[in-house]
């Protein structure tokens, strides 16, 4: 009886020591575990499995901060998966390890504070038949958000009691677990709310001239600290996250770099302009002009896409113009031919760079352009039959190539003729 009495007691003691090491283990990776008489700060605390955002907490000097009882909701990576972003942000020491400590200790307090939303306890996964106040798709002011508010909101996905955090695209493997004052949510990626580089995606002009005030478009444009044309900085206006207005620089001649420097670092560069602009408001780099089919004026002053001169072409069917330049160009040094033009009649033109395209139109592309407005044109360099040109060309090529009978005093204008 003895025997059995103990080993009665036995199998207890071992089914209580299994019940204690699973309230300290690691949290399950599934949702709803219960920690009666523990906070959200000390469940989380307690856990053997965030130790790191723990010891972040700690090293950052939030421990006051965040062991009170207000309300809250915690995202939190786990251990491996800060790991994983500590190595890859360098902070590894000498033997190679990730270690938290080398974090700077600002960033670290930004970064445990952008997993956390104060004020709040909400639950994910929704219970049928329970009232709560359940976590939806949104996005949410964090605690780093109120100390930086050039910062991100947190995005949140919830979709069929699945969760996904800031653009993540990986399930949160933990929900809901409980203490007295809120929820811990487990993560496999690290929550980062500073704004990326900036990106550019758009200029309002394609070409401008000094004294332009133009719009650029893009992401991020969070703390605006420059806007470079080149190497000269231009006096800016960010009127958004993703709006800029700026002056076109003094010195800018045809063609410059756009770049936007923020507090978060600097945008790939977005090119304005023409790298070689062979007709604009001069003819200084034009070595000979050959038309015929009708008047011819390279120096129009009464329909200008931009500036205060055009070519005027008064056309009829087949009839056209060469224009030659001072210097022979590499066609490998250019992308585009752009070229701006104005038919006040809708018409077709073909545009070619061999010095033989008169004697074939095979040599050239054609474009058809809209009556009454300003075709902004841009013909890939490889539509323009680069193997029959040649490694060089200096010469451009435009003829009337409707191949009908156009209205006599049928006008074409030509500006800012060039190449990127």
Known sequence: MRIIYKLKNIAICMFLIGLVSSCDDAIPEVGGAEQKYNTAYGLLKQNSNLTIFAKAIELAGLESTLNTMDDYTYFVPNDATFDAYLVSNGYVNDLGYPDVTLVPVADLKQLVLSH??????????????????????????????????????????????????????????????????????????????????PVITGLSQVLASPGDVITITGQNFVKVKDVKFGATSATFTAVSKTEIKVTVPNDFDSYALIVVETDFGVSAPSSIGLKYLLYADDTSKISYQWDWGGSFDMM????????????????????????????????????????????TESTKILISIHSKANDDDALGTTVQLVAGQWNNISIPMSDLKLDKVGATFNNVFIKEYSGISITPGNTIYYDDIGFL
């Open 300 to 343: 129009n002053t009464e329909n200008v896409s931009r500036g205060t001169h055009s070519i005027k072409k008064v056309t009829g069917a087949w009839s056209g113009f060469y224009i030659g330049f001072k210097e022979t160009l590499n066609t490998a040094d250019y992308q585009f031919l752009k070229i701006s033009v104005y038919a």
């Open 116 to 197: 956390v939303i104060k004020g709040v306890k909400k639950r994910v996964a929704k219970l049928d038949g329970v009232q709560a106040d359940y976590l939806e798709t949104g996005d949410y002011a964090t605690m780093a958000n109120a100390e930086n508010p050039d910062l991100y909101l947190l995005n949140i996905n919830v979709a069929n009691n699945v969760l996904k955090v800031n653009g993540s695209d990986k399930a949160a493997p933990g929900l809901d677990y409980y203490g007295t004052n809120g929820f811990v949510n487990v993560l496999s990626n690290v929550i980062e709310l500073s704004p990326p580089a």
